[in-house]
């Protein structure tokens, strides 16, 4: 119940393209769903994070669309650039957990 | 640039020994968190200190000690070190004691031969 499942773990995406990343968790107390930006050799970056009391949120080029019933969420960019290749995580935790769970990583590339 | 400094970057040591990774939290933040990221297991919380105290505990073995100073920079004391614990090890820092973490450092490599 504490996993959060991410897919796919590798995309290639053309430059100009939108890839998709997709979460799904199980626990219903969850509440704050984030997503982490990560370069080589860096460590995760906050990018952009969401509520469920909303069904999406855009910064930028980024955007995060929740599905609650579907209990999924998912990460967008669009016009994507070469500079956007990292590994993506999401992640998931609520006010009354003690800690945030990652999913595993997408790692993006983004082909100019 | 987060704001939060690890060090060292790379650190290379044998099986049995002990080493400290240290983090320097970003300027005003009261909460430390420490993580460890492995090909297999991903991103994994370890501790979460907040203002000096304990406020959280993850997946650290009893091997694995922490704390954060008064200063509010913290360690991470890894003893009895084992092939297994080769891994990334981040901290991470944010303003409040949430479980939330705003700012990552870039890491500490701990390679264990």
């Known amino acids: 119940q504490q996993q959060v499942k991410q897919s796919p773990q590798s995309l290639i995406v053309q430059k100009g393209g939108i890839p998709i990343i997709n979460c799904a968790y199980e626990n219903t107390a969850f509440d704050y769903f984030p997503w982490y930006q990560q370069f080589p050799g860096k460590g995760p970056a906050l990018l952009i994070a969401?509520?469920?009391?909303?069904s999406e949120k855009k910064e930028g080029r980024f955007t995060i669309s929740f599905n609650k019933s579907a209990k999924q969420f998912s990460l967008h960019i669009m016009d994507s650039q070469p500079g956007d290749s990292a590994t993506y995580f999401c992640a998931a935790t609520g006010d009354r957990d003690d800690k945030i769970i990652f999913g595993k990583g997408t790692r993006l590339h983004i082909l100019p | 640039d987060s704001g939060v400094t690890q060090t060292p970057k790379h650190l290379i040591t044998a099986t049995g020994q002990r080493v400290t990774l240290r983090c320097s939290p970003r300027s005003g933040d009261l909460s430390v968190y420490w993580y460890q990221q492995s090909l297999d297991q991903g991103l994994q919380f370890l501790i979460q200190y907040y203002n000096g105290e304990e406020r959280a505990k993850g997946n650290i073995l009893e091997r694995f000690s922490a704390q954060q100073f008064p200063d509010l920079h913290s360690e991470l004391n890894l003893s009895s070190l084992e092939l297994g614990d080769s891994a990334l090890y981040f901290c991470a820092s944010s303003a409040g004691d949430s479980n939330q973490p705003q700012h990552f450092g870039d890491g500490t490599r701990l390679s264990i031969l």
């Open positions: 969401i509520r469920p009391d909303v």
